[in-house]
């Protein structure tokens, strides 16, 4: 059974930082190409981050500079470090495991971006 379990989410103030976890099980994890993705309140689901199996990373242009994904093979995780959090950050926050045609995905984490 695969299951992705997201973690870290919660109320920051603007400016502030946050690290999501997602640890992965029941997949190689190693062969995964793992993203994160966001969804506020009446939008659709983005994409923010993705670091491949070899370790390349990619990140949307809101977030450069401000967010750095990472992956630990030996742990099956994948983190996101989010610093320098503005409000429009605000969503909730998934990751994803895609190879081929397998691609799975978390329940989701709710970050919050407030004063």
């Known amino acids: 059974q695969v299951q992705l379990v997201e973690s870290g989410g919660g109320l920051v103030q603007p400016g502030g930082s946050l690290r999501l976890s997602c640890a992965a099980s029941?997949?190689?994890?190693?062969?995964?190409?793992m993203g994160w993705y966001r969804q506020a309140p009446g939008k659709q689901r983005e994409l923010v981050a993705g670091?491949?199996?070899?370790?390349?990373?990619r990140y949307e242009e809101f977030v450069k500079g401000r967010f750095t994904i990472s992956r630990d093979n030996a742990k099956n995780t994948v983190y996101l470090q989010m610093n320098s959090l503005k409000p429009e950050d605000t969503a909730v926050y998934y990751c994803?495991?895609?190879?081929?045609?397998?691609?799975?995905w978390g329940q989701g984490t709710q970050v919050t971006v407030s004063s």
């Open positions: 994803k495991a895609d190879f081929g045609y397998h691609n799975y």
């Open positions: 029941g997949i190689a994890f190693s062969v995964y190409f």
């Open positions: 670091i491949s199996s070899g370790g390349s990373t």
